[in-house]
């Protein structure tokens, strides 16, 4: 019976069940709304705050909304905030307009134009087919090349910004970075839509 537990079987299971209960890209598919209208009144256009205990859902609720708006067409990103954990201002505002824009970028170069019937894609995004392509594949690169552009120029005014810094400044942002890993830690995430009105 012992022998059995640390089957490799069992252990694969064991592995699949810690992944699944992580929000993801791929558990987005099987999301249950925590009660009735959630869902619907999350993607209203508005502002939201969503809050709520570790592990109540907050992150499964913005990647079904991610996902729904990749099927919709929708110009979406969705940025981990975790990521700029004890960054300070004026690089952390740079880092997470980076990660946004290059959301937008892949959101350019894959759900904007990618077929309907490219289910390799699709299929790693929702369980619903997407709608058929809105955007016209050399105007939505074109436009992607600009944002790239644009995420140059930001990522240089962050190199720079970085290398004028002070010594002291320098290590003081090195310590608040080194004991933010120590405080409580909050997630949170961003979610850029675009919508045509």
């Given at each position: 019976?012992?022998?059995q537990l640390f089957d490799d079987n069992v252990q694969a299971l064991i592995t699949l069940?810690?992944?699944?209960?992580?929000?993801s890209q791929i558990t987005s598919k099987y999301?249950?709304?925590?009660?009735?209208?959630?869902l619907s009144r999350a993607k209203s256009r508005r502002h939201h705050i969503v809050f709520g205990r570790r592990g109540s859902g907050k992150s499964s609720l913005l990647n079904k909304i991610h996902a729904e708006n990749l099927v919709s067409r929708t110009p979406s990103a969705f940025v981990d905030m975790e990521k700029f954990k004890g960054h300070i201002y004026p690089d952390l505002l740079l880092s997470i307009l980076i990660e946004t824009f290059s959301a937008f970028?892949?959101?350019l170069e894959n759900a904007a134009v990618v077929p309907a019937t490219k289910k390799t894609f699709w299929k790693t995004v929702a369980s619903i087919s997407?709608?058929?392509?809105?955007?016209?594949?050399?105007?939505?690169?074109?436009l992607a090349d600009k944002i790239k552009v644009e995420i140059q120029n930001l990522n240089t005014l962050l190199s720079q910004e970085l290398s004028?810094?002070?010594e002291d400044t320098f290590n003081e942002r090195n310590d608040i970075r080194k004991n933010s890993g120590q405080n409580i830690s909050v997630g949170a995430y961003i979610l850029a839509v675009c919508f045509n009105r």
């Amino acid at each position: 019976m012992k022998e059995q537990l640390f089957d490799d079987n069992v252990q694969a299971l064991i592995t699949l069940i810690e992944e699944s209960t992580r929000a993801s890209q791929i558990t987005s598919k099987y999301f249950i709304e925590p009660a009735p209208g959630v869902l619907s009144r999350a993607k209203s256009r508005r502002h939201h705050i969503v809050f709520g205990r570790r592990g109540s859902g907050k992150s499964s609720l913005l990647n079904k909304i991610h996902a729904e708006n990749l099927v919709s067409r929708t110009p979406s990103a969705f940025v981990d905030m975790e990521k700029f954990k004890g960054h300070i201002y004026p690089d952390l505002l740079l880092s997470i307009l980076i990660e946004t824009f290059s959301a937008f970028v892949e959101w350019l170069e894959n759900a904007a134009v990618v077929p309907a019937t490219k289910k390799t894609f699709w299929k790693t995004v929702a369980s619903i087919s997407p709608l058929a392509r809105k955007a016209d594949k050399s105007e939505a690169q074109k436009l992607a090349d600009k944002i790239k552009v644009e995420i140059q120029n930001l990522n240089t005014l962050l190199s720079q910004e970085l290398s004028v810094i002070s010594e002291d400044t320098f290590n003081e942002r090195n310590d608040i970075r080194k004991n933010s890993g120590q405080n409580i830690s909050v997630g949170a995430y961003i979610l850029a839509v675009c919508f045509n009105r």
